[in-house]
Nanobody, 123 residues
């Protein structure tokens, strides 16, 4: 199983990025897939998640209304559209897969994880 993130980069405040999580070795419609991030000196933070049937999504309070999670079953890929980015969104973003119908309560429940992609929001 492999999860590969892409789409990170440097963007100005107020800008947008779309992160991709390409999944190999398991089906995105059989697992809950989520995004979390870690900024230097800070704890990991769960950002968003989509459950295996895609009828339920989760967003942290800090990104609600700005980020949107989606998936493409044909491409076996999960996306995170990030709009109105702020400097405090700067972090390494990771995707994870949990062998569960529901999004996990804790980040430790992501049994499979990617290597991360850097997002930097700065002018």
């Amino acid at each position: 199983v492999q999860l590969v993130e892409s789409g990170g980069g440097l963007v100005q405040p107020g800008g947008s990025l779309r992160l991709s999580c390409a999944v190999f070795g398991l089906r995105v419609d059989s697992y809950a897939i989520g995004w979390y991030r870690q900024a230097p000196g800070k704890q990991r933070e769960g950002v968003s998640c989509i459950n295996s049937s895609a009828n339920d999504t989760y967003y942290s309070e800090s990104v609600e209304g700005r980020f949107t999670i989606s998936r493409d079953i044909a491409k076996n890929t999960v996306y995170l559209q990030m709009n109105s980015l702020k400097p405090e969104d700067t972090a390494v973003y990771y995707c994870g897969a949990s062998n569960s119908y529901y999004c996990p309560d804790t980040l430790n429940e992501y049994g499979y994880r990617g290597q991360g992609t850097q997002v930097t929001v700065s002018s």
